[in-house]
Nanobody, 126 residues
Framework: QVQLMQSGGGSVQSGGSLKLSCTDP????????LAWFRQAPGNEREGVAS???????KYTESVKGRFTISRDDGESTLYLQMNSLRSEDTALYYC????????????????????WGQGTQVTVSS
């Protein structure tokens, strides 16, 4: 079973930046829609950003202009550059892949994604 391997994350002060990476060691996810989700304690897992096989990106409103999702299919890696971080960005972040095409043209919900990373903590202190 494919599992994505995440790296990056950590602790930063408000206004700082972090970059998350997510690698597919099997190189089979090229062309699928990939996304980043996050889950804060007591909250549902929410979609943050997605990128389809053509490079089209979608962002949830709260991160527009601050976060950038990108992919390098040659390296089979997904990235999330996070700038101007806020305390409300604190959460466990997950990368995910939609290999059944359920997300459609948007970020979709967690139920649309069937391959996941292990999660990485991002903590932003004010």
């Amino acid at each position: 079973q494919v599992q994505l391997m995440q790296s990056g994350g950590g602790s930063v002060q408000s206004g700082g930046s972090l970059k998350l990476s997510c690698t597919d060691p099997t190189y089979i996810l090229d062309g699928y829609t990939l996304a980043w989700f996050r889950q804060a304690p007591g909250n549902e897992r929410e979609g943050v950003a997605s990128i389809d096989g053509d490079g089209m990106t979608k962002y949830t409103e709260s991160v527009k202009g601050r976060f950038t999702i990108s992919r390098d299919d040659g390296e089979s890696t997904l990235y999330l550059q996070m700038n101007s971080l806020r305390s409300e960005d604190t959460a466990l972040y997950y990368c995910a892949a939609d290999t059944y095409g359920l997300a459609g043209g948007g970020i979709g919900t967690k139920e649309d994604y069937n391959v996941w990373g292990q999660g990485t903590q991002v903590t932003v202190s004010s």
